[in-house]
Every structure is written in C-alpha cells, then in structure tokens.
C-alpha cells in the first residue's frame, strides 16, 4: 500500500477533518481516506436506481410524519414569510 504525506494543511482544515473523523470513530488516517475515496469513486448513477433511492426516502419521511414539500406548501411557507 502506498503512503501518501501531506504538507501545510490549514489548521481549520485538520479540525474539521478531525471532528468529522471522531463523528465517523475513524482515525484521522481513515477518515482522510474515505473522504477521498468518495471523492475518486465513479459519479456515473442508473437514472432508475436514484428514482428508487429518492421515492424510498419520501417513503420513509412520510411514515416518520414528515410533511412533504409540494409546491403548496413552499408556496404558503413563501407567504408566510413575506407577512
């Protein structure tokens, strides 16, 4: 396995990554590896697949009570927001 040294990674940079690693109980090592791994892994997505995920999730929210976002309702949230 190769390793890989990075040099002059801004301080904010490192804790965010830090945080974030402890969110995930990752070391530092894994959690910089995951992140790059997400960010290299192929985008190409099946269109039937992602509407099956996304039909799934409205499902789910649904069954937890969560209201749906119609266009009535961002309309009435809209001016509600303009009173």
């Given amino acids: 396995m190769a390793t890989l040294t990075l040099k002059g990674i801004p301080a904010t940079l490192h804790e965010g990554l830090k945080r974030r690693a402890l ?3 990752r070391s530092l090592n894994g959690e910089v590896i995951a992140c ?3 960010l290299i892994a192929p985008t190409e997505r099946n269109a039937s697949d992602l509407l099956d995920q996304i039909r ?3 499902t789910r929210l649904t069954q937890a009570g969560v209201a749906p976002l119609t266009d009535s309702f961002l309309d009435a949230a809209k001016q ?3 009173r």
């Fill in 23 to 25: 969110r995930n109980r």
């Fill in 36 to 38: 790059l791994e997400q």
């Fill in 56 to 58: 799934a999730s409205r």
């Fill in 80 to 82: 509600t927001g303009r």
